[in-house]
Each structure stands twice: as structure tokens, then as C-alpha cells.
């Protein structure tokens, strides 16, 4: 079949044969859409335009039965996968001329583009370590079936969520009357480039030197769940758009010119750079209204009163502004009137406040805290209270509405920077400079030198952040010689977890996260660890809030406060994990987490567990027969990184002898299924080892290598080489394969 990738994006693409592709992961996915073994789609087709951008069209297999659908999404569909090193995870774009528009979970593109498929609800960065081609067209796959039924669509989520693709937030008033029309004065709290802006009343005295603009908020008449599916690029288009939804907007603009046009403070809000606010009343199917959606669209460069000069409904003569009647539209000057879409935040109510509490002992030592939401917040500031007063605070993000159900920040810190308010309120304390608040990111070379700075003179870093990446960064990149303890809250927040560096920075370059992962899949009490229990959602279907309450925050803080203190000179590297009961009784578990043992082959490191090694090491015994199983760990693809974590015992129905054996299945799928379960996929198969007999050497056989090529060939659809372990009298031989290349080397015992 052709395929049509008009409306991807503004290039023409040509055809490429899938060894041409330069992206590892289109590459990979190529191939198993390649593979007669696979059911799960086929490959049509390999693409690249004059830039960068790659595409991957394959054709997706739907398990459909017999079932009535209720959505016309069919057995068979083509999509088309693409990317480019400006987006993380590839975006899905069905490519049938008929395939539903009107689907909830496809993201709003601009006219004459195509939508892609929201296919997850966490930001791509929350996934991308964990992203593989398989992964994506399972999740694809997904979509289609439940869109076909159409039960993709929860009922806890709005019915159409207010997406777009927006880098700036409109915060809503938490007293927004979504019913009526009005004006607002709008603007950010602060200077930083994407500031969230927020409503006032628009006689507020604001007294501020950032732009401000003029919000209009309209009303319209109720429309069909989903209809919207287009984003407007300028005042022309949202009037179409909202035409399509027969909804008048240009007789909506039209009421906002019926009032006193001689009023100073009227022809004021006019003349100001337009915010405008709609909201329509949505109907379900069955024709009631069962919920409203609210959008905005910014135009810095235009006027209420130019759209209206436009629209042939206003004029400005001399400074007096006037109405007009049958004027005709000016299409050309609407088409330049540039439109921004805004993402739309409800904003702070009385159900999501939290009252904060907890206390910890703090050293007064020069500290560095990455990452200052719900826990680092409230950590932070318990410290503080205690005398630790010397921070310095590493953030990037703004507070939010949601935030303050478990954030330290005062309400009125809505839109302001997160380091700053709680440098404030440390500082405020003590009323002097105590605290520094470095508003920057962590990770890469983009890293500011004033936060590399204030990592290499900490005696300690703390990272808040819950993020794998920013941890991995701080474990492997960073310049400095404070160990790291980072800090987080299991998903469903019935547990912290702390993972602790050692004094000299032993455990560092993720050992003591592999450790962590290892624990939860090795104690059955931790099975269900990184379940989640629910969230709550506070604007579109991505932005996700976690259902923990401030109480049980406020108590997991003062948790984490009080072990910073009684850390500060830990030998060890360690793994500590709090459970919390329902009824607030608190378990401890400690583990020392002893040095793996590390080899460089090639472009891959592989780091084994001591505990693999000694296993493995029993299950040789006398070495009288030959024996193996399966390996099991995790990785980290950007340092190309390998963790053995567990060598499983032989399956139950191997066959061995003295020159030879031959690994059963046995059990094997259910132990991989279940650690990736509880570890949620962070520990998975990475490959095989066996040993060899009594009086033998480590050296691979022929069979060796053929099973170190099957388990290659296997990986490399998770952008991994094969790895093999072989024991013998000359210690552990560990090889990698990776595109035909072999390199071994031998860890002695």
C-alpha cells in the first residue's frame, strides 16, 4: 500500500529501504515489524524528508472478535511512526483516509495537520528510559481495541480535556464562573519565560511591569463531546472551527462591544493585547450536558478591538471607538491576527487544600536539595525549622494550583518559581540570606554553571526529584564529590524510599537504584510497591495528580527529614524503604548494598551483582555437570549500561550432563512477567549464563555462541546487546554481542 504522510509535517518525505534508517529505535522497530514470527503489525514502509525526521509506517493488527464496535476502527491499520531528535518518543499518526477524528485521547494539532494518538498518560520524559519499539506498538494496539469499543475514555476524566500544544498554563481562579460572560486582567507572576499567567478582576490594582492582557471570557451554546479537533493558528481559523461547531463566535464577540464605549476603563481593555476565554457546555450521547470545557488562545501582537475592526463590527476613529453594521469581514486581516493556544488549569479549591505539619533535626551543613515539590518542600522546610538552614535549591518548576494540596507554598505563590518561594520562606525565617534558589534544570552539558557550582561545594546533595534520569545524571555525570541520596514516594504513597550513596560515593552509577529494584522483586511483602491507587486529574488527561493525602505526606516528609539527619555520615551505601499502614503503623526495611563488579566490552559497560556472582558460583557445586539459567536486570541505554541483578536456578525441565546442557522453559515467562510486574519493567531478562564442568575453562563452545547469537538477535529489539555468563575454573566470562560484534572478558574470583 502507499503511503499518504500529508499533514505530518510541513516536508516531503522519500522512500528509504529500513538498513538506510539512522534512529536506533525506528530501526529496531523495522525489524520486528519484519519478523513472520510477530503478529502484532507488519512493516509497509521506511521514510526520511530533507531534515532529520524519520517515518516507520507499519500496519497494526487489532483483536477486534465479533463484539460490536462502536467506533469504526478496523482489524487492520496503518500508522505511521516518526521521529526525530527533538522528541523523545516517537509520535503515532493513523494514516486511513476514514479513521475517526473524533476519538477522545488524539491530540489537537493545528489545521491541515495530522492528530497523532495521545497513547500515554506520564510525560515522555517519565518514560522515555523505559521506551522500546515493542512496547510502542503493544501500547498502539491498546489504543485501537479499547477506541473500537470505545472504553479508552475513563470515567474519572473530563469529557473533553483542554490539550494543547502549549508551553504556557492560563491558571484559572478558584472562584471561575464558567456560566458567565466577563473580563479579567491576566498576566504571569513573574519574568521567567514560561511563567504560568493568571486571571484577576480586572479592576485589580496589579502595579506590575509584566505584559498584562485583556481577558475576554465567552460562553457559548452547548456542542457535541469531541467535536473540537482542530487547534486555530489565528483569529480566522477559531471563527471556522467554532462555525463547524455551529456555534456562533463572531455574534459572541459581537455582545462584547454593547457597552459604554466612552468608558475610559472599556476602551482600555480594548486596546490591551487579547486573552481570549471560552467555555462551551458539552453533551454526551445521550444529548444532556454533562460537562464544560474552557479554552484559551493568546494574541500578544492583537487587540479586542482589532479582532472587532476585522469583523467589521467596531472602528477606532480619532481615538473614539465606534459600532458598525454590515461592514463585510476582512478575511486577510483575521488570518494575521496570530493565535497561541493555552493549556487551561483549573484552579485551587477548597477540596484540594491540605493543611502541612511535620518536624525533623537538621545539621546546619551546606546542603543542596534538586527537586523542592510535595516531599523535597515540606523536607526542606521541616530542616529548616531545625536549624539547617544553608541551602542551596534546584528547580525548575512553577507552583501550580493542584501543588498546594502538599506543597509548603503559600496560596499566594501560585505561578511563582518553586526554588525561590521556599528560599523566601527559608530566608523569611531567618531574615537573612541563608538559602539560594538556583530556578534551573539538572542533566546534559545544558546544565547552568551556577548549579554545577553549588554541586561540587555541597557536603551532601539531596535529589527529590523522582526522577530515574536526573538520578542517573547525578550517579554517573556529575562533577562533584558529595554523595547523593535521593528521595521519593512509591505511586500509590504508601511507602518512602531513600537510596543512599555511601560516604567516598560508593554505590554510585546507578548500583544502588539496581539494588532498590532487586529488593522489591526478592520480598514478597514489596510485590505490589509500585502499583498505583489512583490520581487525580487537573487539566488535560496528562496532568495527573497523585491521591495521597497531606496527612500521610506530612508524616512521609517528616520520615525523610529525620533520616537526612541521621545520615549525613553514612559509610555504606544503602537501600531504606518506609511501608506505611493503613492504620499509620511504619516498617522498616535496610539493606547495605555491597560494589558490583564491573567490565567495559566495547560500548557497553556490565556491572554484576556480587550476590549473581556467588550464586552462580553454588549452583556449579563440584562442577560435575554443567548448568545454567536465565539472567535478569536493568539498563540504561543512553550510558549503555547492563545490571545483573539475579541468575534464576535451572529450570525444572533442563537437561544437563557433563559436556553439555540445555536450558528448560519451564517457569521461565512467569519469573520474567513477574519481576518486570513489580519492578514495572525497570528488571526484565537481559540474558543467559552456565557453567562449565569441574576442570573446564570459561571458553565459549560453538553451542555457546550460538545461544550468545539467538540472545543477541532477541535483544537488539529492546536496543540491547546479548549477554552471557560462563563460569569456570578461570572465573566468570562475561560476553556481549551487539550487531554481530563480539567482545569477552574475564571477571576472576
Known amino acids: 500500500m502507499a503511503a499518504d504522510l500529508d499533514g505530518i509535517t510541513g516536508a516531503t518525505f522519500q522512500d528509504v529501504a529500513a538498513d538506510a534508517l539512522t534512529d536506533d529505535g525506528l530501526k529496531a522497530l523495522a525489524d520486528l515489524a519484519s519478523r513472520d514470527g510477530y503478529e502484532g503489525c507488519t512493516l509497509v514502509s521506511c521514510h526520511r524528508d530533507d531534515g532529520e525526521t524519520e517515518v516507520v509506517v507499519v500496519e497494526v493488527y487489532v483483536e477486534l472478535g465479533q463484539a460490536a464496535r462502536v467506533n469504526d476502527v478496523r482489524e487492520r491499520e496503518a500508522v505511521a511512526v516518526v521521529t526525530d531528535p527533538e522528541r523523545a518518543i516517537p ?290 522546610l521541616n530542616l529548616a525549622r531545625m536549624g539547617q538552614s544553608k541551602w542551596g535549591l534546584i528547580d525548575q518548576d512553577f507552583v501550580a494550583p493542584h501543588n498546594l494540596a502538599r506543597h509548603a507554598a503559600p496560596g499566594h505563590a501560585i505561578g511563582c518559581s518553586k526554588s525561590e518561594v521556599l528560599a523566601q520562606e527559608i530566608n523569611g525565617l531567618f531574615q537573612k540570606e541563608e538559602a539560594i534558589a538556583l530556578h534551573a534544570g539538572i542533566g546534559g552539558d545544558d546544565t547552568p554553571d551556577d548549579v554545577r557550582a553549588a554541586l561540587s561545594e555541597a557536603e551532601r546533595v539531596i535529589d527529590f526529584t523522582a526522577s530515574v534520569q536526573a538520578a542517573r545524571w547525578l550517579g554517573h555525570d556529575a562533577d562533584m564529590q558529595a554523595p547523593v541520596s535521593s528521595y521519593f514516594v512509591n505511586p500509590s504513597g504508601t511507602a518512602l524510599v531513600a537510596l543512599h550513596e555511601g560516604a567516598q560515593r560508593q554505590g554510585r552509577e546507578g548500583v544502588v537504584e539496581m539494588a532498590y529494584y532487586a529488593a522489591l522483586s526478592e520480598t514478597e511483602a514489596l510485590t505490589d510497591h509500585l502499583a498505583t491507587s489512583g490520581q487525580v486529574r487537573i487539566g488535560s488527561c496528562r496532568d495527573v495528580s497523585v491521591t495521597i493525602p497531606q496527612s500521610r505526606m506530612a508524616l512521609i516528609a517528616g520520615l525523610a527529614a529525620a533520616d537526612i539527619q541521621t545520615t549525613h555520615t553514612q559509610p555504606d551505601a544503602q537501600v531504606t524503604i518506609w511501608s506505611i499502614e493503613a492504620d499509620g503503623n511504619v516498617s522498616v526495611d535496610r539493606r547495605t548494598v555491597d560494589p558490583f563488579r564491573d567490565v567495559t566490552l566495547g560500548e557497553w559497560t556490565v556491572m554484576v551483582a556480587p550476590r549473581v556472582i556467588a550464586e552462580i558460583e553454588i549452583a556449579r557445586g563440584d562442577g560435575a555437570v554443567e548448568t545454567g539459567g536465565i539472567l535478569l536486570g536493568g539498563f540504561d541505554l543512553d550510558r549503555r549500561t547492563l545490571y545483573v541483578t539475579a541468575a534464576l536456578p535451572c529450570p525444572s525441565d533442563s537437561k544437563a550432563g557433563r559436556s553439555y546442557f540445555d536450558r528448560g522453559a519451564r517457569g521461565v515467562q512467569d519469573a520474567i512477567a513477574d519481576v518486570e510486574r513489580t519492578t514495572m519493567r525497570h528488571i526484565t531478562y537481559i540474558g543467559e549464563w552456565h557453567t562449565h564442568p569441574a576442570g573446564s575453562t570459561s571458553a565459549p563452545s560453538s553451542l555457546d555462541r550460538t545461544l550468545l547469537n539467538w540472545v543477541a538477535d532477541l535483544r537488539q529489539l529492546f536496543l540491547m546487546p546479548g549477554l552471557l555468563l560462563i563460569l569456570g575454573d578461570d572465573g566468570l566470562r562475561v560476553i556481549v554481542e551487539k550487531a554481530g560484534l563480539v567482545e569477552e572478558s574475564i571477571l576472576t574470583i
Not at 486511513?96 to 491541515?112: C, D, K, T, V
Not at 489565528?234 to 459581537?254: F, K, M
Open 91 to 380: 509520535s503515532v499518526y493513523p494514516l486511513r483516509a476514514e479513521f475517526p477524528q473524533h476519538l477522545p485521547h488524539m491530540n489537537l494539532n493545528y489545521r491541515g495537520r495530522r492528530r497523532s494518538l495521545c497513547l500515554f498518560d506520564a510525560r515522555a520524559e517519565d518514560i522515555v528510559h523505559l521506551y522500546n519499539p515493542a512496547m510502542l506498538i503493544e501500547r498502539v494496539r491498546w489504543w485501537m481495541q479499547k477506541s473500537a469499543f470505545g472504553e479508552l475514555h475513563g470515567v474519572d476524566q473530563p469529557l473533553d480535556p483542554a490539550l494543547a500544544p502549549s508551553f504556557w498554563s492560563l491558571v484559572l481562579p478558584p472562584d471561575f464562573d464558567a456560566t458567565t460572560n466577563t473580563f479579567y486582567a491576566a498576566l504571569p507572576r513573574t519574568n521567567h519565560l514560561i511563567s504560568p499567567i493568571l486571571l484577576w478582576p480586572w479592576d485589580s490594582e496589579l502595579g506590575t511591569d509584566v505584559q498584562q492582557y485583556a481577558c475576554s471570557h465567552i460562553v457559548t451554546q452547548p456542542t457535541a463531546h469531541g467535536a473540537m479537533i482542530d487547534l486555530p493558528a489565528n483569529v480566522a481559523e477559531l471563527l471556522e472551527i467554532y462555525a463547524e461547531l455551529d456555534v456562533d463566535l463572531t455574534g459572541e464577540i459581537r455582545k462584547l462591544f454593547d457597552g459604554d464605549l466612552t468608558d475610559p476603563k472599556l476602551r482600555t481593555r480594548m486596546q490591551r493585547s487579547l486573552l481570549l476565554l471560552i467555555t462551551t457546555p458539552l453533551t454526551g450521547a445521550d444529548g444532556t450536558v454533562g460537562a464544560k470545557t474552557t479554552r484559551a488562545f493568546l494574541s500578544p501582537d492583537t487587540s479586542l478591538l482589532d479582532v472587532g475592526k476585522a469583523l467589521g463590527i467596531a472602528s477606532d476613529e480619532g481615538g473614539a471607538i465606534g459600532r458598525l453594521v454590515a461592514v463585510p469581514t476582512d478575511e486577510d486581516a483575521l488570518k494575521a491576527q496570530r493565535l497561541l493556544p493555552l493549556n487551561v488549569v483549573d484552579g485551587f479549591t477548597p477540596e484540594m487544600a491540605r493543611t502541612t505539619s511535620g518536624r525533623s533535626d537538621a545539621p546546619n551543613r551546606k546542603l543542596v536539595a534538586i527537586g523542592v515539590g510535595a516531599l523535597g518542600s515540606q523536607s526542606v
